[in-house]
């Protein structure tokens, strides 16, 4: 079993929109970091081209947090057309970190199921080995939980 993202395969590599992406998850980052509280942002592109973002939400007690791929999807449904073409998130380093990079993550189980469940044909950029790749979401989930 892999034990991350960089394992499971060579992926897609990132054309410019994606770079805008990345962008986009990054600018909100710099702007709302803040620890416990703020530590990921994610961005996602609908197929209609926009972009919407999302802010991790930390919470005292913790089952409570609301992920930054969720409030993006969130606002993507109640702002957009609710479609998820390309999605990415990126961790803030916590404090006692050297590498002062934000970093490109991968999508919790949940995540992945949220994505999965509204649209199963999404892409997610994920870290690869030299820079981020992206994946099919289905690559991530290939048996996803059904009712």
Same mark, same amino acid.
């Given at each position: 079993? @892999?034990?991350?993202?960089?394992?499971?395969?060579?992926? &897609?590599?990132?054309?410019?929109?994606?770079?805008? &992406?990345?962008?986009?998850?990054?600018?909100? %980052? #710099?702007?709302?970091?803040? @620890?416990?509280?703020? %530590?990921? $942002?994610?961005?996602?592109?609908?197929?209609?081209?926009?972009?919407? +973002?999302?802010?991790?939400?930390? !919470? +005292?007690?913790?089952?409570?947090?609301?992920?930054?791929? /969720?409030?993006?999807?969130?606002?993507?449904? #109640?702002?957009?057309?609710?479609?998820? /073409? !390309?999605?990415?998130?990126? *961790?803030?380093?916590k404090p006692e970190e050297a590498d002062r990079e934000l970093a490109v993550v991968a999508p919790c189980g949940a995540c992945r199921e949220l994505i999965v469940d509204h649209d199963p044909q999404a892409l997610v950029i994920l870290p690869? #080995?030299? $820079?981020?790749?992206?994946?099919?979401?289905? *690559?991530?989930? @290939? #048996? @996803?939980?059904?009712?």
């Open positions: 079993m @892999p034990d991350d993202a960089s394992d499971i395969a060579p992926g &897609l590599p990132l054309d410019a929109g994606d770079d805008e &992406l990345l962008a986009a998850a990054r600018a909100v %980052m #710099l702007r709302h970091y803040r @620890p416990f509280w703020h %530590m990921v $942002a994610a961005a996602l592109r609908g197929r209609d081209g926009r972009i919407w +973002t999302g802010l991790h939400l930390g !919470t +005292t007690v913790g089952r409570l947090s609301v992920c930054a791929e /969720a409030v993006a999807v969130g606002r993507a449904i #109640l702002e957009g057309d609710g479609s998820i /073409a !390309t999605v990415v998130a990126v *961790r803030h380093p690869g #080995l030299l $820079a981020p790749v992206k994946l099919p979401v289905r *690559r991530l989930l @290939p #048996l @996803p939980y059904r009712r």
